[in-house]
């Protein structure tokens, strides 16, 4: 059972907004949703987090839907350096995180 | 305020030889994590560390193992390598209190690991 579902890969014009999905129907009540994001490799890093409520820090926004099954990050104004891989996170476990195969982004000039 | 080490950041052994990797949290963390990433794959968690003891694993086998010391500081060891091993390897620091804590996992930039 896959913890968490993302689109393989997705395209969005420089500038304008990306909208990137994630499903995780299995989530428990009191499990946040974490997006991280991983550019050539490097380590992950940090975009935002979420319980129920929709979240907004520089970075970016957080929607959760109200059933807490999916959730949207959204990037504004995409730039290039946006191009990386975004990963939906949730707790398995314990302290298990499932990463997923995440979403392969790429910001078109 | 240094973030996550880890050395080295690259690596190449033989099969059947054994691996030593370490890392250093983040000026403040307390638990350690480590995760292995083949490539085009996400992340997958090996164990976690918490106050010198393995807290929770994740399905690797028992050539997988590690340490953590009172500095908090970490290393991942590999024996008897296989050609299957070659991947990302990836150390996180995090507060203890997390996931209640606004802060989650800070990752460093990963050791890559070639088994040849």
């Known amino acids: 059972d896959a913890k968490t579902t993302q689109p393989t890969s997705m395209d969005c014009a420089e500038g304008r907004a990306a909208n990137l999905p994630c499903n995780h129907s299995?989530?428990?009540?009191?499990?946040?949703v974490y997006w991280y994001r991983q550019i050539h490799s490097q380590g992950p890093q940090y975009i935002i987090h979420?319980?129920?409520n929709n979240e907004t820090n520089e970075m970016a926004s957080l929607i959760i839907t109200e059933d807490r099954k999916s959730s949207t990050l959204i990037l504004p104004h995409a730039t290039l350096r946006d191009t990386a891989v975004y990963y939906c996170?949730?707790?398995?476990?314990?302290?298990?995180?499932?990463f997923g195969t995440g979403t392969s982004l790429t910001v078109i000039p | 305020d240094a973030g996550v080490t880890q050395s080295p950041t690259h690596l190449i052994k033989t099969r059947g030889q054994q691996v030593t990797l370490r890392c250093s949290p983040k000026s403040g963390h307390d638990t350690v994590s480590w995760y292995q990433q083949a490539l085009g794959q996400g992340p997958q968690f090996i164990f976690q560390y918490y106050e010198e003891e393995e807290r929770q694993r994740g399905n690797f086998p028992d050539r997988f193992s590690g340490h953590q010391f009172p500095n908090y500081s970490s290393e991942l060891n590999v024996n008897a390598l296989l050609l299957g091993d070659s991947a990302l390897y990836l150390c996180?620091?995090?507060?203890?209190?997390?996931?209640?804590?606004?802060?989650?996992?800070?990752f460093g930039s990963g050791t890559r690991l070639t088994v040849v």
């Open positions: 979420g319980l129920k």
């Open positions: 299995t989530i428990s009540g009191n499990e946040y």
């Open positions: 996170i949730v707790r398995v476990t314990g302290n298990q995180f499932y």
């Open positions: 996180a620091s995090s507060l203890e209190i997390w996931p209640q804590s606004i802060y989650g996992y800070t």
